[in-house]
């Protein structure tokens, strides 16, 4: 009975499935698996308003029947600040499988390229079917569903055209190269609304696009990828223009004057032998290049990234350079242009046997420019609102691992980062802060950040620990510093069933050197996940956290303490 009840949910509903008829005659054709928790909050805060609830309790949990890799997931909430459940009848999706083929209907999605269709939802069926060497995909349905104006509401903004899609894609993979071609459509019923949507942006509009992509690997060391892409889109088709014809495609596109024609294409060539390789990308994306199979897509843009990397001393050093250079306004048509630069530098180093260094170094650099329109009476100065921004990052860390009857390890981190925004009459500016062209008086913000931690583990399950803190800004001619030492105590119980620590931390800090905070907060936990008689029955795990927080006062400050206290009790089957 309860088999028959599954069946007729699923054939009724509405939902995520996914079927795999191999697995039919199976033993076990449905499983049920799952969890609850529950949640228990207790908060009271001393000196400052409570903001919290005295006590909050929380109980939630999941269960999902797997009938045929048929996935039918339901959740649930129950709290004393309200109600709530929730089960996926609300979307259609079923992913029936057999062999080589893998089918798609109702709600859902699939993946072709970034420049022609990726991940957008529709509704309708989709196929891929994967004979040895080929993959086929297709996809047909609606994009997106007519939304009519509503007054009421004043939804001018969500009001849409019924648009249908529909895409297509073909490869095959040898050993050594492959290749796949991919047509996409796309296109708006402009019958779908019956009312005026008082949106003059929305438009009916109409898109193909067509790509290639390839790839080959040569002398087992080289490899090469390249993707083409090309859109025709009509922003308008409602647009009367006798004079116009289709210019591409037959009548697959309904064009006038708003439709473009774009490119869009990226090229990659990747070295690798033994310890060195090197890798070099390039990407261009036309200003007007757009596609109708995604949510949001960037354009006028160029971009080229070169990353080398080197292994020395049988891979115990390990160099790693990356720097990227991009620009837009590529048809110089803009009001404004933009280049950015991007660099980083690693390297990481196996000393001696538990000593290990890495090291980075990341430059980014953004150079914005105005190109004012000329004026023969106005002169403008419209350089005096270029824009350069430069932002610089330095990390370091060392750890050490030894001991044997008691383990123990170091760590040592230090960062600095600095960032930097200049205005003013710049003509241009180089890569990373260099070339800037102009003595400025704006001061950069500067952060400086260390740590160091030791910890001791104990053959007994017992573990010591301790940690120091520092940190310092510098911005606007105001330093802001913050210091402090911390303490944890850990112990294993019950053959490593339970968990017990204990932590502790003091914080001071400064604004300009005068004392404006110190903080002494404890933290402990308490962990059990004993076993069942029958593990069938699934996994119970226990836990309790408490936290206080203590905000010591100042001059002028009064006392400001937080008691937090969870407990927590799960059952995962």
């Known amino acids: 009975m309860k088999n028959l009840l599954v069946i007729a949910s699923l054939l009724c509903s509405m939902l995520v499935l996914g079927q795999n008829l191999d697995k039919i005659g199976e033993e076990n054709p449905v499983t049920v698996s799952g969890g609850m928790s529950s949640n228990f909050v207790v908060n009271n805060s001393i000196g400052q308003p409570q903001y919290r609830d ?10 999902t029947v797997n009938v045929l890799d048929v996935s039918l997931p339901f959740t649930f909430s129950f709290s004393n600040a309200g109600n709530s459940y929730t089960q996926p009848f609300n979307m259609t999706a079923l992913h029936p499988t057999y062999k080589d083929w893998n089918t798609h209907f109702g709600i859902t999605s699939m993946n072709f390229s970034q420049y022609t269709y990726s991940g957008l939802n529709f509704a309708g069926a989709g196929v891929e079917y994967s004979p040895e060497k080929w993959h086929f995909k297709a996809f047909g349905g609606r ?24 895409g297509f894609s073909t ?40 790509s290639l992509i390839s790839e080959a690997r040569l002398f087992k060391t080289l490899q090469l990828k390249a993707e083409i892409a090309s859109s025709l889109l009509t922003q308008d088709v409602l647009v009367t223009d006798t004079a116009f014809k289709t210019p591409f495609y037959g009548g697959l596109v309904r064009g006038n004057q708003t ?35 995604a949510i949001y897509f960037n354009n006028d843009l160029e971009n080229i990234t070169l990353n080398p990397s080197m292994s020395l001393f049988k891979n115990k050093v390990n160099l790693a350079l990356s720097a990227g250079y991009q620009r837009n306004n590529l048809a110089n048509t803009n009001a404004s242009d933009n280049k950015r630069w991007i660099g980083s530098a690693n390297v990481s180093a196996q000393i001696i046997q538990g000593l ?25 100065f419209g350089d005096t609102l270029n824009f350069y921004q430069v932002s610089q990052n330095i990390s370091s860390s060392l750890a050490y691992s030894f001991g044997d009857s008691i383990k123990q390890s170091m760590n040592l981190t230090g960062t600095f980062a600095q ?8 003509d241009d500016a180089g890569a990373f802060g260099l070339n800037v062209g102009i003595d400025t008086t704006q001061t950069p913000v500067d952060v400086y950040n260390a740590m160091f931690g030791h910890r001791l ?47 502790t931390t003091y914080n001071r800090q400064f604004q300009n050197t005068t004392l404006s905070n110190h903080v002494l907060n404890f933290r402990t936990s308490l962990r059990y996940s004993p076993e069942w008689w029958d593990k069938k029955y699934g996994k119970l795990s226990m836990s309790l956290n408490g936290n206080f927080t203590n905000r010591l006062p100042v001059i002028g400050a009064t006392k400001n303490q937080n008691l937090m206290i969870i407990a927590n009790i799960g059952i995962q089957f």
């Open 419 to 426: 960032s930097q925004n200049i205005t003013g009459r710049l």
């Open 143 to 166: 994009l997106k569903k007519a939304i009519e104006f509503d007054p009421s509401v004043n939804n001018i903004h969500s009001v849409s055209y019924k648009r249908m899609g529909f």
């Open 54 to 63: 005295p006590f909050n309790w929380v109980l939630s949990g999941n269960v």
């Open 457 to 503: 583990r104990f053959k007994t399950g017992l573990s010591l620990g301790w940690t120091f803190n520092a940190n310092h800004s510098i911005a606007m001619g105001n330093t802001n510093s913050y210091i402090g030492p911390g303490i944890n105590v850990g112990k294993s119980l019950l053959d490593k069933k339970m968990t017990l620590s204990v932590a």
């Open 356 to 380: 290990s260094f890495n090291a980075s170094y990341s430059n980014m650099s953004s150079f914005t420019r105005r190109n004012p329109q000329a004026d023969p009476f106005f002169n403008q």
């Open 259 to 293: 439709t473009s024609f774009s490119n869009a294409y990226n090229a990659s060539i990747d070295y690798r032998k033994k310890s060195f390789g090197v890798g070099l990308k390039y990407e261009r994306i036309d200003p007007e290049y757009s596609t109708l199979g």
């Open 171 to 210: 490869a095959y993979k040898a050993k050594d190269w492959g290749t796949e071609l991919i047509i996409f459509k796309a296109y708006d019923d402009g019958t779908s609304l019956q009312y005026d949507h008082k949106n003059p942006e929305l438009t009916v509009r109409d898109n193909i696009v067509i």
